[in-house]
């Protein structure tokens, strides 16, 4: 279907023809129509990357009334780089209607400039629920006219803990909207908010609901705990030309991760919530002009990233809650292209993969780690196909000529290939000469009649333990110590055995390891003890598996 026949008007599709839109993808076919021509309310299900802003945002703005300047159009997401990114799209979309004003609303900016462009008036308002509750508080933003409420990525504003400031904003609406509910995943949660706010909803689904995009292929490696790092930096090395996000599922683990990245010669960056909000868009200007190659992060900072053209996503470790697999792998295969999501596990967590793949429908590739030999073979080729394919600047180059002539002439064909060759790959070679197998051979997964699992080496019992990551809402500021926690751990949990691991203190805050099997009977324990007259609270942070690497070779290559 072309969005002419879709029912746009000349003037947007003019716009969008210089943005390249052709034809309209599935959500877009489905959704536009029902925008214009019925008067249902509409709930659509589809996976990040597949068209919705366009989807909701071109027929919105034909339908908004340029002669007034009244607010007819909400649209709720939730984050400040979602918001901006839909407000930069629609901007694009209504080119070549200078009558149309659309004005983001969003935290970490000047609430002063965006009341002044409030108060001169905007038909589509794009904001986050919290600072547009702010303005409301403040009395700066009308909502009496308004005729359309878009909630996107519903499903990440209730996650991200919305739920109150949207069930308001929706209560401040006119009861006669209509309301357009756009969802990667159909949760409780959502299907009670539909329920109480909308009329008679239109479902439409674009894939199976729930489930994850066609064109995203899933890889699973199974690996020791100790050997991740190892094992991501594998994966780097196999792919020359990776741009994605790795995903983990801690502030400290992603900051780790990262420098240890960087560390080792690769083009990375970590964004996770203690970076200052400028520091977080310096990092997403390099990696959207793709400066840096990975971008390692958490779920709650990655959300409402809109980077086109990511080749990976990679699961360091896996998400808490399974419907989050399907946001992060969504991040890769946008509008239509091929994407990888790779996740890296260890033996424990055989049971998430199982619900996740239940829950996208689709089964993870089990597939060896490439060895140190196929990493090489695909650097010398990627290498080749450089060197094949450069463009010469014959005019910049000539002048030199006679001096590389008379330097190299003495070489033949063959050792100048080699040579050259070998400026870049010399590295890949040597630190790969004795490299190991990271793979978990398949007969340590099954019992012996003995009924103790086998083992290949007398480590494998600590290679195999898996940590998850405590919260505690105690601190430096209280004069917490490692040894104050142990003491804690020691008081609520007599009689169990388990180990401790890194353990991290901030100023308000304690994050430590524990061994996953045990994590759920230490929270219960310690809940509502007291630390010098403070109530304990204790909750998962996140971490898992976080055990320490061997040592690294650090004579890597910059990506």
Sequence with gaps: MTFQEAGINPELIRAISELDFEKAMPVQEKVIPAVLNTESDIIALAQTGTGKTAAFGLPLIQ???????????????????????????????AKY??????????????????????????????ATPG???????????????????????????????????????LSAVPKERRTFLFSATMPPEIANIAKKYMSKPMEITVGAKNSGADNIKHICYTVHAKDKYETLKRVADYYPDIYGIVFCRTRIETQ??????????????????????????????????????????TDVA???????????????????DVDAYNHRSGRTGRAGKAGISIAITNLKEKYKVKQIESKIGKQFNRENVPTGKEVCEKQLFHLIDRIEHIEIEHSGIEP???????KLGWLDKEDLIKRLVSV?????????????????????????????????????????MSFTDLFINVGKSENFTPGKLIELLNKANRGTKFKVGR??????FTVFGVETDVADVIIHSMNGMKYENRKLVVKFDGGNSKSSGSSDKKSRRKK
Excluded: W
């Design 131 to 169: 600072r547009l509750i702010d303005l409301m508080e403040r009395k700066a933003v009308k909502l009496n006219d308004v005729e359309f409420v878009v909630l996107d990525e519903a499903d990440e504003m209730l996650n991200m803990g919305f739920t109150e400031s949207i069930k308001s904003i």
């Design 400 to 406: 030199y000529l006679p001096i590389i002539y008379k």
């Design 256 to 297: 780790e991760i990262a420098d240890k990245l960087i560390s080792d010669g690769y083009n990375a960056e970590p964004l996770h919530g203690d970076m200052s909000q400028p520091m977080r868009d310096t990092v997403m200007s390099k990696f959207r002009n793709k400066t840096v190659q990975l971008l390692v992060a």
């Design 424 to 464: 870049e790959f010399n590295r890949f070679l040597q630190y790969y000469k004795d490299s190991g197998d990271l793979n978990v051979p398949e007969y340590q997964e099954r019992e012996s009649k003995g009924g103790k699992k086998k083992s290949s080496s007398k480590d494998s019992s600590r290679d195999m």
């Design 63 to 93: 339908l908004s009334n340029s002669k007034s300047n009244k607010t007819q159009t909400l649209i709720l997401s939730p984050t400040r780089e979602l918001c901006i990114q839909i407000a930069n799209d629609l901007m694009d979309y």
């Design 503 to 508: 353990i991290d203190i901030t100023k308000s």
């Design 97 to 126: 209607l200078p009558d149309i004003k659309i004005v983001p609303v969003y935290g970490g900016a000047s609430i002063e400039t965006q009341l002044r462009a409030m108060k001169s008036g905007a038909q589509i308002v794009v």
């Design 302 to 320: 990655a959300r409402g990233i809109d980077v086109d053209n990511l080749t990976h996503v990679i699961n360091y470790n896996l998400p808490e």
